[in-house]
């Protein structure tokens, strides 16, 4: 059902994980929260180092989570993040953003590593 969050944050983490280890190729995941197969990855980035943060999310339920510091593959396309604030807005999709655990700490969430 659309609406509803169910999934946890280490749910999404996982999917991120399988997602972003399949690129540059799109792999057809279901989402952790309703199962659909509509699950998007955005990345911004410094157009020198390839490195920013990441949005993945689902665009049938409208949830998911924001990863604030990663690199973009090679072979994979992103916004820069010099782009104008406005303009990224637009371009980024709007979803319900899934947080930790209240009081969560470093040793609560899982890292994801690659």
Do not use: K
Request: aromatic share 12%; net charge negative.
């Amino acid at each position: 059902m659309a609406g509803e969050q169910r999934a946890s944050y280490a749910d999404w983490q996982r999917a991120y994980g399988d997602y972003y280890e399949a690129l540059p190729e799109r792999l057809d995941l279901a989402c952790p929260n309703c199962g659909h197969h509509e699950l998007r990855l955005v990345f911004v980035a410094d157009e020198d180092d390839r490195t920013g943060y990441a949005q993945f999310s689902c665009g049938f339920c409208r949830f998911g989570i924001h990863i604030s510091r990663t690199w973009v593959p090679e072979g994979v396309g992103f916004e820069p993040i010099s782009t104008p604030a406005p303009l990224l807005r637009d371009r980024l999709p709007d979803f319900t953003l899934v947080h930790p655990p209240d009081g969560a700490n470093d040793d609560d969430i899982e890292e994801v590593r690659f």
